[in-house]
């Protein structure tokens, strides 16, 4: 899906930020020299890579009118948009180690990346991992540090009321993901269907999705950028239920691509999901079907299965899920939310380019595929 054109909008401000953050940071004499200039080093790697959405995101919504912002404003902008990369590299970091993803795009995942170092200087295998875990969860501890400092330098300028709602939007937002990760964690290590019925387990998958994804993916960054642009507050929130819907069907997408797209598409292998047992919308609604027996019975080959045996087990899950109505189902569920989104759209009187740019949006995300 490539959310028309948002690859387009510039982070040459954006990237120039972050550069001299974290040479400032590297260079303060509390680091620990070559081990604190590396990890930073892989810090501001993370933030720099993959679609960058949220980083797009509060350009987008601060960049309304013919002008955009002022010059003062337009550094706010840029700092804003380089926390929620930040904000993004951490969650990615902890993830990856949470839920054992060896790649990340299109190459070996931090942690995978430095036990394979370790390997080869000679340390053992579970050791190595264990050297490998840790070295993402400090990175990840250390961009979400990042990102609370960046914020509180790089908003000085900001009216106070301004500056403390995006404070406080942050604060929400890291708290909202934490507990949408412990939720698909405990979800994921809950038994196939778990105690709860098959509503339950859609209404939960749902709920994950938003605190997980929705929020900090799309919620809060259109909402720091609204914020930023001066709307008015009715429109900031208003920015913000848009951003929740959009959200949620973006995360429905990204669970499908998760059985049925590919590694080139994704930059993780396909699978991760069924290994990891995932209650998502997708699988939930297959385990309410009447073939959930067969759903189950391949959700615990794949615990066990070797990467070779996980590739089979896809296609027969991808046979599954599309036979006993789940995908169709999440399909149905995508366009819900954005057609949702729509709806709170037009009374918003959203200024362009955010407006327009969000009405197709909204259009792409829920066109039939």
């Not at 969860?137 to 009321?161: F, H, M, N, S």
């Not at 993780?268 to 959930?292: C, F, I, N």
């Amino acid at each position: 899906m490539n959310y028309l054109g948002l690859d387009a909008i510039d982070l040459a401000a954006v990237d120039s930020t972050l550069e001299r953050f974290v040479r400032t940071q590297q260079d303060c004499g509390q680091g620990a020299g070559d081990h604190g200039r590396s990890l930073w080093e892989e810090v501001l790697t993370h933030t720099r890579s993959g679609k960058r959405l949220r980083s797009r995101l509060v350009v987008l919504a601060a960049h309304v009118g013919e002008r955009g912002p002022s010059a003062a404003t337009a550094d706010a902008v840029a700092a804003v948009a380089a926390v929620y990369g930040l904000l993004h590299a951490a969650f990615i970091l902890h993830d990856d180690v949470i839920d054992r993803d060896d790649m990340r795009y299109g190459r070996p995942s931090l942690h995978a990346s430095h036990a394979a170092g370790a390997r080869s200087r000679g340390m053992s295998g579970e050791s190595a991992i264990h050297r490998g875990y840790s070295r993402s969860i400090l990175a990840g501890d250390l961009a979400l540090a990042a990102a609370y400092r960046l914020l509180l330098a790089g908003t000085a300028e900001v009216q106070a009321p301004e500056r403390e709602q995006l404070q406080r939007i942050l604060h929400d937002t890291v708290v909202t993901t934490t507990l949408g990760e412990l939720l698909d964690v405990e979800l994921a290590l809950a038994p196939a269907g778990g105690d709860a019925g098959p509503a339950d387990l859609r209404s939960e998958a749902l709920r994950t999705a938003e605190l997980k994804t929705a929020v900090y993916t799309f919620q809060a960054p259109l909402m720091s950028g609204a914020l930023l642009a001066g709307l008015e507050t009715e429109q900031v929130q208003a920015v913000g239920r848009i951003g929740t819907q959009l959200g949620m069907a973006y995360q429905l997408e990204d669970d499908v691509q998760g059985v049925f797209g590919d590694q080139e598409s994704t930059g993780k292998p396909v699978g991760g999901d069924l290994r990891e047992g995932k209650h998502t919308y997708l699988m939930a609604s297959a385990l309410m079907s009447p073939r959930a027996a067969e759903v189950r019975e391949l959700l615990a080959r794949s615990a066990v299965a070797t990467d070779a045996d996980l590739a089979g087990i896809t296609v027969s899950m991808r046979e599954l899920l599309t036979r006993c109505g789940a995908l169709d189902a999440t399909s149905e569920q995508i366009r819900r939310h954005a057609h949702q989104a729509q709806q709170h759209i037009g009374p918003a009187q959203l200024p362009d380019p955010l407006g327009s740019t969000l009405r197709r949006l909204a259009e792409e995300i829920g066109a039939p595929r």
